[in-house]
């Protein structure tokens, strides 16, 4: 029996249907492996189709595809190490989330996913059939037990897998991101680990995916739970793991442990991330913003150069005659801090235009909100425009805050192809803002030093629609909103329990108003970078006819 084992574990970013270019980032990486001496090479789960595929995995032609894309990896790294790679695979017209042992150019075994995650972003009950528990698999003399995501975070998979003779817990996963994950993951693999006995190595995929952004942070424990790898959060990259067998069983020898940055970093590197992959993977080399002098359209530009480079981003300023002196200095200077395109495209003869129109049909009534959205309307108009003639996608730019109160014209600056803030409420945008302007890493392409305008960040926001408006006006102060929402949202408390917290009943009542009739916005918007388990879209799916109200709150 061997008593050294070298693992290559492969933390990747495939692209979700690209079967083929995620079999040559298999096969590149399995010739690394090679080279290398490791007896075995691995990939995360779902890897030949990339994560997370939604129903295109129910769709025969899709999965068929796949499994014979498996077949042929199989078949062209037949001499060299074994492979691990995560796919569907379909028996007795049942399909299952399966992980693929590759080995002397075939299929040598397929490990079925027991426990199917059907909670926030995950349907895999709507997918797939629940896998039998079963033992481990052999490579080089050495029974591996793989739990498949989900069954790592249950104690009987695991349990069983040691039972049935397994020397090491191998974890492929696709676990995306949300604030404080990783922690999440190492306590539970801890639990593992002590339960068993074993060491155990969590592969995690990374890269975004839509909203979602799975962010790596691959690790690895010895029994007892001491961490013996550590890799980075966010960055592709591979690394050797060796196995040694002493007396007392198999350990991993000590491997590098990464930095593992704070909250803000992780946060600001998700939708960095996420934008850059959405980006790439739909096809978009450059994007367009409207800039107005505000504070979400100064941290999305700023997102946006990071992602794309400044070279990429075009800035778009379309001022009214309420625009005021210092949003006008500010979208400037911002947008030359950035090194960003940037362009000024008034709007006040279109709107003329348009008002004149309806003139005839708006007689003897009064203004109101009507003509503020028609400014929001056409600026809309103006970018989508721009977005056509030149092929860059629009970005918009509602923070959490906004977004869930409906503080946002549908059709106007709701408007965009993507939202990297849409799951961080206001207060934290301001926080970001700062902790850019303080800070600079490697993986950003924007310029270092203060790129966003103190002005920006300490000016009371407005949306610049009518004479001396304030968000204010319309909403309790964001520290006040942003703390309702959190319970209402967040934590899906009562009205009760936000008074109890110290909120007034009537301002809680009126946020809780707001946040259900804006459900058909909310249908309608842009996809954004996921940073909570309680984002809109996947994690938080409510009806967009909804006459329930709390009835504690009355």
């Not at 592709?236 to 803000?264: C, Y």
């Not at 977005?387 to 946002?408: D, I, Q, R």
């Amino acid at each position: 029996m061997a008593d050294k084992f070298r693992l290559t574990v492969a933390q990747l970013n495939p692209t979700v249907g690209d079967l083929s270019g995620n079999a040559a980032q298999a096969r590149a990486t399995w010739e690394q492996a090679r080279a290398a001496g490791a007896d075995m090479v691995a990939f995360p789960e779902m890897f030949i189709t990339g994560y997370n595929t939604q129903d295109l995995v129910m769709k025969p032609a899709f999965h068929r595809a796949a499994i014979a894309e498996i077949d042929a990896l199989a078949t062209a790294c037949a001499d060299g190490p074994a492979i691990g790679i995560g796919g569907p695979w379909v028996d007795d017209g049942k399909l299952y989330n399966a992980y693929f042992i590759l080995s002397g150019g075939a299929v040598v075994h397929r490990v079925l996913k027991h426990h199917l995650p059907n909670e926030t972003v995950f349907d895999e009950v709507r997918l797939y059939d629940s896998g039998p528990l079963a033992g481990p698999y052999s490579v080089a003399g050495v029974r591996i037990g793989s739990p498949i995501c989900e069954d790592a975070w249950h104690e009987d998979v695991a349990e069983t897998l040691a039972e049935t003779g397994a020397e090491f817990l191998l974890v492929p996963n696709g676990s995306p991101y949300f604030r404080g994950k990783l922690e999440l993951r190492q306590n539970l693999m801890v639990a593992r680990v002590v339960e068993t006995g074993l060491p155990l190595i969590y592969l995690n995929l990374a890269g975004g995916q839509d909203d979602l952004v799975f962010d790596g942070g691959t690790f690895a424990l010895n029994p007892g739970g001491e961490l013996a790898l550590q890799m980075p959060l966010f960055d592709e990259g591979i690394s050797h793991v060796d196995l040694i067998r002493g007396e007392a069983g198999w350990r991993i020898e000590p491997g590098a442990r990464a930095h593992i940055p704070d909250d803000m970093e992780q946060d600001y590197r998700a939708m960095v991330e996420t934008l850059r992959d959405y980006c790439r993977k739909t096809g978009f080399g450059k994007v367009l913003l409207g800039l107005s002098g505000g504070i979400d359209s100064a941290i999305v530009a700023t997102i946006a150069a990071d992602a794309l480079g400044p070279q990429n981003v075009r800035c778009v300023m379309l001022p009214s005659e309420y625009t005021s002196q210092g949003s006008l200095d500010d979208a400037k200077a911002m947008a030359e801090n950035l090194g960003c395109h940037y362009d000024f495209v008034p709007i006040s003869e279109g709107r003329d235009a348009i008002s004149n129109t309806l003139a005839p049909l708006f007689a003897g009534r009064d203004a109101d909100v009507t003509e503020e959205n028609i400014q929001s309307r056409l600026r809309g108009l103006l970018l989508m425009a721009l977005s056509n003639k030149f092929g860059e996608m629009l970005l918009t730019t509602g923070n959490k805050s906004e977004v869930a109160v409906g503080y946002a014209t549908i059709y106007g600056d709701m408007n965009g192809g993507y939202n990297p803030i849409k799951d961080m409420y206001k207060t934290r945008v301001f926080a970001t803002c700062r902790w850019r302007n303080d800070n600079h890493r490697d993986w950003m392409k924007g310029p270092a030093g203060p790129v966003i305008p103190v002005s920006i960040i300490d000016k009371p926001p407005s949306a610049e629609l009518r004479p001396d408006q304030k968000d204010e006006d319309s909403l309790p102060p964001y520290e006040v909103l942003d703390a309702i929402l959190m319970l209402l949202v967040d934590a899906e408390a009562s009205v009760e329990d936000c008074v109890r917290a110290g909120y007034d009943r009537a301002v809680v009542k009126h946020v809780e108003h707001l946040l259900y009739i804006s459900e058909y916005k909310r249908f309608q918007s842009a996809p954004g970078t996921r940073l909570s388990p309680r984002a809109f879209w996947m994690d938080r799916r409510y009806p967009v006819v909804n006459r329930w109200r709390d009835p504690t709150g009355a």
